[in-house]
């Protein structure tokens, strides 16, 4: 309860009121961690209680005979209670599922006549939070199916950027290795009419180089061993 000394009395009364109806009900009253007073009822802690309003009182400051400055004529604003009272539900609910929450000494009625009026809010209040909760975890699956969607689908384009990437170097490896290949081709027919003495060197030049373009060439299983090979071993001594 929120309320001030002069109207404790009164809310204590009323509080009494709610407490026994809810118990005649069977449903279940509460503090909860927060210090908060909850109603169990359809599975949903409702949170309520009873408030005492605030009201702004506006007085006008008065005039000074030499004002040096603008807050000498500015109005004095006070909050004081309203010294009436209202049955409120503390448990939010919006947009479709929003309930009236509060319930308030009036002209006509007062506080007290509303208990059966808020006893039927509460009700309605929990069937609402349950839905709304409903909703909620229904949203929150679809957010984290798409979630899993996104992540899957940022697997599956790496996955195929990665693909696409090996498949260009191939082709690249394998264009050159042809290249390659033809230059070799083209070296073993003009080497041929040269002279006798050095075509042991031009044969093992063409083992050499036929060698480099297996060694590149995406479609050879089993590579040609190379001295390069062991060029990490010396970084790592």
Do not use: C
């Amino acid at each position: 309860m929120k309320v001030s000394e002069e109207t404790l009395e009164r809310a204590l009364h009323v509080m009494a009121h709610v407490l026994a109806l809810l118990e005649r009900q069977g449903v279940r009253v509460e503090v909860s961690e927060q210090g908060r007073t909850t109603a169990l009822t359809n599975s949903e802690q409702v949170s309520f209680g009873i408030d005492e309003p605030i009201r702004k009182v506006v007085t006008q400051k008065p005039r000074v005979a030499n004002p040096t400055d603008r807050w000498d004529y500015d109005k004095v604003v006070t909050h004081e209670p309203a010294g009436k009272l209202a049955l409120v539900i503390r448990s939010a609910t919006w947009g479709q599922y929003r309930q009236q929450a509060a319930w308030r000494d009036a002209q006509l009625q007062r506080t007290e006549n509303h208990v059966a009026d808020f006893m039927a809010g509460l009700m309605r209040t929990a069937v609402a939070l349950q839905r709304q909760d409903k909703e909620r975890k229904m949203r929150e699956a679809e957010e984290h199916k798409r979630a899993q969607e996104r992540a899957q689908l940022r697997k599956d384009i790496k996955e195929e950027e990665k693909k696409l990437e090996q498949f260009n170097k191939w082709v690249d490896l394998w264009e050159r290795a042809e290249r390659l290949r033809r230059f070799i081709s083209a070296y073993s027919e003009k080497t041929f009419l040269w002279p006798a003495e050095k075509q042991p060197l031009y044969r093992a030049w063409i083992e050499w180089a036929t060698k480099q373009a297996d060694r590149i060439d995406p479609f050879v299983s089993e590579k040609p061993a190379s001295v390069l090979d062991r060029k990490r071993g010396l970084t790592a001594s």
